[in-house]
């Protein structure tokens, strides 16, 4: 009765208050695992060493499964509509599309972080202007891609703004840059061999339709969409450079 009243008064028994003192337990340790779980979470990713040098787009990395197929029989939006043919508008559009977010602007915190410092936007000085190599890798690829019909693009790529001629200093570049990303990632998915009986000649054959662990480009691209950086005057110096020097940055503002 006596603890009828009290309870009914908002005021607890000692059985409620055991009960609501094991729930409070059980939702602290809930809270804790929680945010142990998100802990590991976070040191998991922080332990990719990939991702050990700063880049203002670390956080967006994702990795999935993809097989790749690129000897199959069918043709990929990258590659000339038809065997043999020429590359058409949509062609181009496609690969244009693979980098034309790629000039970004990130917040001057990020721009500290770099390993090599980089200018602030002239009018825009809180920010500061870099590219995510990838995007820079997909025009030089799209360069030495123009490079073999002379007959569409007389030699020629669109840097942004104009149509420059390509030269072969340029396409060497673009090949040795592209060599030096091949061994960089190094990728260590494998190629198999099946017997093929039906062929003229049985034998085993080698299939190409190779399964690999890779970054997310969509992320990237959405990331570099949402930073694009559309203006940028490449002759107007901006004034408060950041410049490391033997680790102390310089021409810092304070405030
Ligand atoms: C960029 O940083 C790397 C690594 O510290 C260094 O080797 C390179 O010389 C730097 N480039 C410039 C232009 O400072």
Not at 180 to 192: A, E, G, R, V
Request: charged fraction near 25%; charge should be negative.
């Amino acid at each position: 009765m006596q603890e009828n009243f009290e309870s009914f008064k908002g005021l607890k028994s000692p059985r409620l208050r055991n009960k609501n003192r094991s729930i409070h337990v059980l939702w602290l340790t809930n809270v804790v695992l929680v945010t142990l779980l998100f802990w590991s979470l976070l040191q998991k990713r922080d332990s990719d060493p990939t991702l050990a040098l700063f880049s203002p787009a670390n956080h967006v990395v994702r990795y999935r499964t993809v097989v790749f197929d690129s000897f199959r029989n069918e043709r990929t939006p990258y590659m000339p509509p038809e065997e043999g043919g020429v590359p058409n508008d949509d062609t181009d559009m496609a690969w244009e599309d693979l980098y034309k977010a790629g000039i970004s602007r990130v917040p001057k915190s990020d721009a500290t972080k770099l390993v090599n410092w980089t200018v602030p936007i002239p009018g825009d000085q809180d920010h500061y202007i870099v590219m995510l190599d990838v995007f820079h890798q997909l025009h030089c690829l799209n360069i030495i891609r123009r490079a073999l019909y002379p007959e569409r693009y007389h030699m020629q790529m669109w840097d942004g703004h104009h149509l420059r001629p390509i030269d072969n200093e340029h396409l060497e570049h673009c090949v040795d840059s592209i060599r030096q990303l091949i061994t960089c990632h190094s990728d260590i998915s494998t190629h198999y061999w099946r017997w093929e009986d039906w062929h003229k000649h049985p034998g085993s054959r080698v299939y190409s339709q190779t399964t690999h662990t890779c970054r997310n480009f969509e992320k990237i691209q959405e990331w570099a969409i949402e930073h694009r950086l559309r203006d940028f005057d490449f002759f107007t110096k901006a004034s408060n450079e950041i410049h490391p020097e033997n680790g102390v940055r310089v021409g810092e503002t304070v405030y």
